[in-house]
């Protein structure tokens, strides 16, 4: 009986007791790092749970990636995370705009073209 006891009142004072807690940036290591160009990484997608449907992505040893190769009516549809960003690459040939139909979509279903 006085273990429980001992346990509820060590657990009351815990939550009465003033906890201060706090996090925050180190200011004196943004200031040091302020003035550096930092170089973009890019994770390569490879396949779930980015990958969701489509044309499926293949390793090219040739490139050091996976790659997707699409052809004209092709499609592939790719899950990326909230905050980051999706970089479509062509490495033999420069892409052009006209030849990508991009829809984007906040997760409900419905889907927008970009």
């Given at each position: 009986m006085k273990k429980p006891m001992a346990l509820?009142?060590?657990?009351?004072?815990m939550l009465l007791l003033p906890v201060s807690m706090q996090a925050e940036v180190d200011r004196v290591a943004m200031r040091m790092v302020d003035g550096l160009e930092r170089p973009l990484r890019w994770d390569n997608i490879e396949g779930s749970p980015w990958w969701i449907a489509g044309t499926r992505l293949h390793y090219s040893?040739?490139?050091?990636?996976?790659?997707?190769?699409?052809?004209?009516?092709?499609?592939?549809?790719?899950?990326?995370?909230a905050g980051e960003a999706l970089r479509i690459y062509r490495p033999d040939q420069q892409l052009s705009v006209e030849q990508l139909s991009i829809q984007i979509s906040d997760g409900s279903g419905l889907f927008t073209t970009f």
């Open positions: 509820c009142l060590l657990f009351s004072a040893p040739r490139r050091d990636m996976h790659v997707a190769t699409l052809e004209q009516g092709q499609a592939i549809m790719l899950q990326v995370p």
